[in-house]
């Protein structure tokens, strides 16, 4: 236990320089100012040059609420570029190392905005121009990529879609008159964070180890939801459960069916409901709802190869 809390990084104490030279991966970090002045902090993982040629396809990469792209969100990216992907990431305003009161996300609208612009921007670099591209999107950051696709239809060539909160569980959702309470104070005090619900990280994360390890987080939100972010969740979920099938990308959505933070019943919606010509979806039994860190590395390693399985059928090389 102690040498667990000495721990630098998800990974260990390796150096993040010398971890991705041993992953045979190249990354880097940066700031990128949004169209509404906000400084959002981004992270890059991309395959080592080589006679390979350039990247398979390019993934982008949005995090879910309370995370951010510093910590086990990594792990999935770095398996990406290694598997021949470009991955880039953002830290969504208030998360990470962005600029926002923690945990405070007044207007979702605003933040698909801030990932349109950053995505595009790294669209038009000339490497990545002509690569088949992807949204990715884990929990909240599922919902997100979902309103990206609603306002730029033709912008990407598929999505991933890992356990989407298109729909808060009813589980971990405050119940009545407790959200119409909310929302009214939220009218006053939207930043005050008094919000009542259940530990995520202890409903997300099924191995014990697993549990220590994503707690050491520097950077994750460890108060109670802010009022303002939950009546915005509320209303966001609330709008994509009802555009289901307005959705006509390719896609594949995975959700665990022991996920008591977002429901699996809503991801079997969207996979009947959207007009996708091109959709599949994985039901994992008994999995919760960090499919991709907190599960057991076996059920971890199941997950990553049907994500890399879809994208393979739908890349060129």
Known sequence: MEEQQKRLHFWGNTQEEDYYKLQNITASKSFYTSPRGLSLFTRSWLPQSSAAGPPR??????????????WTFQATPIFLAQMGFACFAIDLQGHGHSQG???????VDLVVEDCISFF????????????PTFLFGESMGGAICVLIHLAAPKAFDGAILVAPMCKISDKVKPRWPIPEILTFLAKFMPT??????????EKSVKVPEKKIIAGMNPSRYRGKPRLGTVVELLRVTDFVSGKLGDVSLPFIVLHGSADVVTDPNVSR??????KSEDKCIKIYDGMMHSLLFGETDENVEMVRGDI????????KR
């Open 120 to 131: 595009n921007s790294i669209k038009l670099d000339p490497q990545f121009q002509d690569l």
């Open 57 to 70: 396809g390019l993934i982008c990469m949005v995090h879910g609420y309370g995370n951010d792209i510093s």
């Open 269 to 274: 919606a969207l996979y009947e409901e959207a």
């Open 101 to 107: 009161l923690k945990g405070f996300v007044p207007d």
């Open 308 to 315: 890399l399985s879809w994208l393979n059928d739908r890349c």
């Open 192 to 201: 005050l964070a008094i919000v009542p619900t259940a530990d995520l990280l």
